[in-house]
């Protein structure tokens, strides 16, 4: 008996070992990491999903990735996918994960919209309408939508496809980008367009126009012939010269889409195009009622109303209503009240096309004469301009008195040799106004 005992020890010992090693083999096999595929099936892209971004769709991003389901693909290939989408400043995270399955790689893109986005002019691309280009660019660039991050480098993807365009039309210019905005304020736009490349305005054309209207936009756009076409100053020529005929004449509503180019001829010099300028007039106003409101007994209501043109019943004319309030300001501006303000505000009744308006007057306090200042002169000739000078400091500012000044002195400094400038400071913490005439020889 004791030896079949010691017989049967070794097999159950073996078994246990064998046990053992399969179990370690096991848990080997489940904290090992994933290994990169052997196979070329087990690393193909099978599928792309994009979470996060409400200003595009996921089928945009997908296309700006640039990847293609069914190829193969590596881990190095999502970080550089990472990259440049952040490198376009469309985005102001982005990150990836990806899952291994039998058939292949699935890709997940995280990403966060970045806020600050301008829209996108084009100066002089003529040869295309802004519909036209907005396809072809976004075909290129999947992440143009019209508007442009104002950081990254998608602006320049977008002028190199420009570029690209450029030269399908056989066009020798080059294509570049500002960042347009006021001085010193924030940006307000892309501005793309193309240099080395002459377009000249032949004709400016007005579709929307009444007869009576007509003959004065034509009349304004005369001198614009042969110009360099330039969106952004025809944009600036209708609203201070084409959009006053309309508001002249009651159309208070009247709006003027963008110019519309159209090419009339083209040679390897220059390229001459027709322009259009769409106008929706909308309807005329006459005035209904005038109310004045907010001012004191500085002057009496009806020395006001003189100044203001505006009467019941008859068409409004915007022009000179804006015209009537310099006029108040500048009577207020004789006793002093420098930092007046005159709010006129139409109260439009669409259902029998009159309008209302209130006057609301900030008449604010009087200010003093300040400091004088003269500069262009000699010693000699800055000391008896200073002498001439009768408004002394202290006493109540005339904004009118230093246009009288000068025609005083007109036979000493006549205006076919002289450029005299005049420049006032209102100082609102002291209330005084400050003045600087500035004398500059005309050459």
């Known amino acids: 008996m004791g030896l079949g005992l010691c017989a049967k020890i070794p097999a159950v010992k073996r078994i246990l070992l064998a046990l053992i090693l399969a179990c370690a083999s096991l848990l080997s ?82 990403v966060t919209d970045s806020e600050a986005f301008v829209p996108v002019r084009f100066e002089n691309f003529v040869w295309l309408s802004d519909q036209e280009l907005h396809q072809k660019l976004s075909a290129q660039e999947p992440l143009f939508q019209g508007q442009l991050p104002v950081s990254g480098n998608l602006a320049d993807q977008v002028s190199e496809a420009l570029q690209a365009l450029a030269i399908e039309h056989k066009l020798h210019g080059r294509v570049d980008y500002l960042r347009a905005g006021p001085q010193d304020g924030p940006m307000e736009a892309f501005e793309f367009s193309i240099t080395g490349q002459p377009i000249s305005i032949r004709k400016i054309n007005f579709s929307g126009a009444g007869p009576a209207e007509l003959p ?30 309309f508001l002249a004449h009651g159309y208070l509503k009247a709006t003027i889409a963008d110019p519309q180019p159209k090419v009339v ?18 309807a005329q106003y006459k005035l209904s009622a005038l109310q004045l409101a907010g001012y004191t007994k500085v002057f ?19 022009v000179q209503t804006d015209q009537d309030v310099e006029a108040l300001k500048k009577l207020y501006g004789a006793r002093g009240y420098m930092g007046v303000q005159v709010h006129p505000t139409p109260e439009m009744n669409a259902a029998d096309s009159t309008v209302k308006y209130l006057f609301q007057f900030e008449e604010g306090s009087i200010y003093k004469m300040g400091d004088l200042e003269v500069r262009g002169l000699d010693s000699k ?63």
Request: aromatic share 8%; glycine share 6%; proline share 7%.
């Open 29 to 110: 096999a489940q904290t090992r990491k994933p290994s990169k595929p052997a196979s070329l099936s087990a690393s193909k892209l099978i599928s792309i999903r994009v979470t996060g971004s409400r200003r595009y769709m996921p089928a945009q991003i997908i296309a700006a990735t640039g990847l293609r389901l069914g190829q193969v693909v590596r881990d190095d290939d999502f970080k550089d996918v990472s990259r440049h989408l952040g490198e376009t400043g469309a985005f102001s995270d982005v990150a990836y994960t990806f899952q291994f399955s039998p058939e292949g790689i699935k890709l997940d893109l995280q």
């Open 216 to 245: 004065l936009l034509e009349a304004a756009a005369r001198r614009l012939s042969g110009q360099d076409y330039s969106r952004s100053r025809l944009v600036l020529q209708a609203e201070k010269n084409f959009l006053p005929v």
């Open 300 to 318: 009496p209501v009806e020395k006001l109303r003189e100044l203001i043109h505006l009467q019941p019943g008859q068409i409004v004319n915007a």
């Open 381 to 443: 000739a800055a000391e008896r301009t200073l002498a001439a000078w009768r408004l002394l400091p202290g006493q109540t500012y005339d904004s009118g008195y230093p246009r009288l000044f000068l025609d005083s002195i007109i036979r000493q400094f006549p205006a076919d040799q002289w450029k005299i400038t005049v420049h006032e400071t209102p100082e609102d913490h002291d209330k005084v106004v400050d003045v600087s005439l500035r004398f500059d020889p005309v050459r």
């Open 265 to 282: 001829e083209e040679t390897p010099d220059e390229t001459s195009v027709d322009v259009t300028f769409s106008v929706t007039p909308g």
